[in-house]
């Protein structure tokens, strides 16, 4: 086949543009040599051993051309080694090259010096970081030089040590994709829209980092809503996730969590704000109704979990006791209703 047929056979068979063919394909002298048989031998094996689909291969073209080239055994070989050295299973290995094609480019050196830099520079385990390749992989992909720096920039801009620069990694890894600029202006904007000191951010950042990622107007509308329900800003700094929670539905699973225990309580518990307002009450009208209430803990079992429990789907279950305006108008009127009996019970304590 001569080079013009095989341009036109990626073209027609991966929908790659001529530009780029023109700008990754042409460094790539051996796919000339390829014919089209060649090229669907490939994408059968990569197909076959990655469990990709036509559209997944299409994009490991598209972004390394090399992978047409590759022999098969060399990429089974590199496979097993990664699955053996970061303990991961063949299925998170799929996952992560559909996710990061490249990196199924990169040799075993490279992964080997990726994952003794990580250890040596923030003493992680070796199963530290194997965890990190299963969440971050891309991190394998970055120069160890820029790395390295933008470590030290994290360090200066929450002063932090190195035990606690370790646990932001170990729980956001994505941080070293992002520009240290951005992240001190985030983390400026976060302290100034929370109120908080230098302490409370730098706490706020350790235990949760992913912080860093939120845009702007979505932190603004997070804060709106912790101050429409009075959250103090002593539970925001120690129970930092609660900001991950969605904010066009926050109040109201605020709200339906205080009708359901009764008082704040719930806020000790953690992790409610995380569970669809709609499953809850569904879950919640469901087992009131058939006297079965004996936990809420219930509430917030997995659907299999409470599947196997109580005998009933969630699905069905939503279809029964749908969170409408009529429940919605409920909930409010008790929400403040409950609010009012609390507040005269403290002023009786007092």
């Avoid at 073209?11 to 796919?31: C, P, Q």
């Avoid at 530290?128 to 360090?155: C, H, P, T, W």
Wanted: net charge positive.
């Amino acid at each position: 086949m001569r080079n013009m047929d095989i341009n036109i056979f990626l073209m027609k068979r991966y929908g790659i543009s001529a530009e780029v063919i023109k700008n990754k394909f042409t460094s790539f002298d051996r796919l000339y040599y390829l014919d089209e048989n060649a090229v669907l031998e490939k994408e059968k094996f990569y197909c076959d051993y990655f469990n990709l689909s036509p559209k997944d291969f299409a994009k490991f073209v598209k972004e390394i051309p090399g992978v047409l080239v590759l022999n098969p055994e060399t990429v089974i070989n590199k496979s097993e080694y990664l699955m053996k050295e970061f303990n991961v299973s063949h299925e998170d290995l799929c996952k992560i090259f559909r996710a990061e094609p490249k990196l199924i480019s990169l040799n075993q050196n490279n992964f080997l010096s990726k994952a003794e830099f990580l250890m040596n520079t923030l003493k992680l385990s070796k199963k530290d970081v194997g965890i990190i390749f299963r969440n971050y992989a891309k991190i394998f992909s970055f120069d160890i030089d820029n790395m390295n720096g933008k470590l030290e920039k994290l360090q200066e801009i929450f002063d932090l040590n190195k035990d606690e620069l370790k646990q932001v990694i170990n729980r956001f890894p994505n941080l070293l994709a992002q520009n240290m600029s951005s992240i001190k202006e985030k983390a400026m904007f976060i302290k100034q829209t929370f109120d908080l000191s230098y302490e409370e951010l730098k706490e706020m950042t350790i235990n949760y980092p992913t912080i860093l990622s939120f845009t702007e107007a979505g932190l603004v509308e997070k804060k709106q809503n912790f101050d429409t329900v009075n959250i103090d800003k002593n539970f925001i700094v120690k129970n930092p996730r609660i900001i991950a929670s969605p904010a066009n539905t926050f109040v109201l699973r605020y709200k339906l969590n205080y009708v359901i225990f009764g008082d704040d309580s719930f806020l000790k518990r953690g992790g409610q704000f995380l569970f669809s307002e709609k499953k809850v009450w569904a879950r919640y009208a469901y087992l009131k109704e058939n006297n079965r209430l004996t936990s809420l803990s219930k509430l917030f079992f997995s659907d299999k979990q409470f599947e196997k429990r109580e005998g009933v789907d969630s699905e069905r279950l939503l279809n029964k006791y749908p969170l409408n305006e009529k429940v919605i108008n409920y909930i409010e009127q008790r929400y403040t209703a409950l609010q009012k009996e609390n507040t005269k019970s403290d002023e009786v304590s007092i």
